[in-house]
């Protein structure tokens, strides 16, 4: 079932270099409506939890290690087709291969710290939002 709604992170290299600002005003200017927001910092258990599905890939310490050092900001998106078009509008993981004018290729330093994050799908942007937002907490 595709749904009109997707879930980002502005990640800590992001927030901490100054970007949330413009980083949003690139995702309202590219038609998406926030339906959540909020600024807040990751502990270890959640990050280990949110990022479970890498536990057994060797970047999995570092990962956790990056997302858990500085707040991050946690959103959901609403457009239609919102999944496709927002992975479109953040761009390769690795900047260096990024499309002119996307999210990463403007924001991202390299492939470990790269930004922003993006749902893959619209089961695990479900399943990301819920992570992070309470039903009360999205509108």
Request: proline share 3%.
């Amino acid at each position: 079932m595709t749904t009109n709604r997707t879930f980002t992170m502005l990640k800590p290299d992001a927030v901490e270099k100054g970007h949330i600002g413009a980083i949003l005003e690139k995702i309202n200017a590219s038609g998406f409506r926030i339906v959540a927001l909020k600024l807040t910092q990751m502990t270890k258990q959640d990050a280990e939890s949110f990022y479970a599905i890498h536990n057994e890939r060797p970047f999995f310490g570092e990962l956790v290690e990056y997302m858990t050092r500085g707040p991050i900001v946690a959103a959901i998106l609403e457009k239609e087709n919102a999944v496709e078009d927002f992975r479109t509008l953040i761009g390769a993981t690795n900047p260096a291969d990024a499309a002119e004018g996307t999210i990463r290729k403007l924001y991202a330093a390299s492939i470990g710290e790269n930004a922003v994050h993006g749902s893959d799908s619209d089961e695990n942007a479900a399943i990301e939002s819920a992570f992070h937002f309470s039903g009360r907490e999205q509108f």
